[in-house]
């Protein structure tokens, strides 16, 4: 890890957020308490900057700066000389008219291979959203309310751009509650709310998230043996576009005695390993990973899903049960709620 003369020491473990189901209301009488924000989905970064020496801190203490040369740069270009913020890497990318958040671009962006890594960040360049400002100069703001922090961030990076941005917040619920509807069109996935008179609490629950939360009844397609070589570790989902059966990502997490009850139940579905969906059966496939097991087109499995991708889902879903009623068939992409049309550039202060 660099060394940089700042008021806090790298690295520095970030506040953290407990989920709730909805928006928290500000009191009827009195000031507001809550500020709300955008939740951004990308990697989640402390950036600490000292003149020419920057680190991208991710959660788990790691330097990102080698997988994001561009956004080095463009840290040392657009932000204050010594400052720390806390923020999100993000991948936008313009589709069909509009400019989302494209979560595999930016997983992709972790490869071992330099060359590739110079490639993606032509390719594919990230940016920075800050939401948090920890210091700036020689002082630590972290025991500053929360109102004051944001203020001071505003000051120090003003609307940003081309690269490094923050983002938007406002202290109306009923402003927060369309921004969980409307702004996941550009790919965020849900609100933030934070206490406006809160210090910084490195790895403390102090703010509360409101996440998107849906459930779809999806075909099993297949599965994967757990890593362990112990029972299934993810089962393969599908839906029906027309006729065509595509594969739109899996469900996992299963406890031990789960995962060897499942490979029971299903090893009699199993068909041979040339069956492929879509004529995409390597997507899901690791790198260490070359083989999945397809099984006969029998069952129904409803699954909770937070957003998807495109036609895919953008996280790993969570079974919730068989649907031994639902025919195969009848599970179709309609079923899925479609996001609001909606850009990055609206959910960025100053509305860039």
């Not at 507001?32 to 680190?55: H, L, N, T």
């Not at 505003?154 to 969980?180: I, K």
């Not at 070359?290 to 029998?298: G, K, L």
Request: hydrophobic share 40%; aromatic share 8%.
């Amino acid at each position: 890890m660099k060394c940089v003369d700042l008021p806090l020491a790298v690295p520095v473990a970030p506040m953290l957020a407990k989920a709730a189901k909805v928006v928290p209301p500000q009191p009827e009488n009195g000031p507001p308490v809550w500020s709300y924000e955008p939740k951004w989905d990308g990697f989640r970064a402390i950036v600490f900057r000292d003149g020419d020496e920057v680190v991208l801190g991710s959660r788990g203490g790691k330097d990102l700066a080698r997988y994001f040369p561009e956004l080095v740069e463009a840290v040392k270009a657009e932000l204050p000389e010594k400052i720390v913020i806390d923020g999100e890497i993000v991948v936008p990318r313009e589709k069909n008219g509009s400019t989302r958040l494209d979560w595999e671009s930016l997983s992709e962006r972790i490869h071992p291979a330099a060359s590739r890594v110079t490639m993606l960040a032509e390719k594919t360049p990230a940016q920075f959203i800050g939401f948090d400002l920890l210091a700036v100069g020689d002082e630590d703001l972290t025991g500053e309310p929360f109102s004051t922090r944001r203020a001071r961030l505003l000051d120090a990076v003003g609307t940003g751009g081309p690269s490094c941005f923050v983002t938007s917040a406002t202290d109306d619920a009923a402003v927060a509650e369309d921004w969980f509807e409307r702004f996941e069109g550009a790919g965020l996935d849900g609100v933030v709310a934070k206490k406006l008179d809160g210090p910084y609490l490195p790895n403390k629950r102090e703010m509360i998230k409101i996440k998107h939360a849906r459930t779809a009844d999806c075909v099993l397609i297949g599965y994967r043996i757990h890593k362990s070589g112990n029972g299934i570790g993810s089962l393969l989902l599908g839906l029906y576009d027309g006729e065509d059966l595509r594969m739109i990502g899996g469900a996992s997490a299963f406890t031990d005695k789960r995962r060897l009850d499942l490979l029971e139940e299903l090893e009699p579905l199993r068909l041979g390993d040339d069956v492929t969906y879509d004529g995409e059966a390597t997507r899901w496939n690791s790198s260490n990973d070359r083989n999945w097991i397809p099984v006969r087109i029998e069952r129904v499995i409803e699954v909770a899903y937070d957003q998807m991708e495109g036609a895919r889902l953008r996280h790993v879903a969570r079974f919730l049960r068989w649907r031994p009623d639902r025919d195969p068939r009848s599970c179709a992409y309609d079923q899925l709620e479609v996001p609001v049309r909606c850009d990055v550039a609206d959910v960025i202060a100053g509305g860039r």
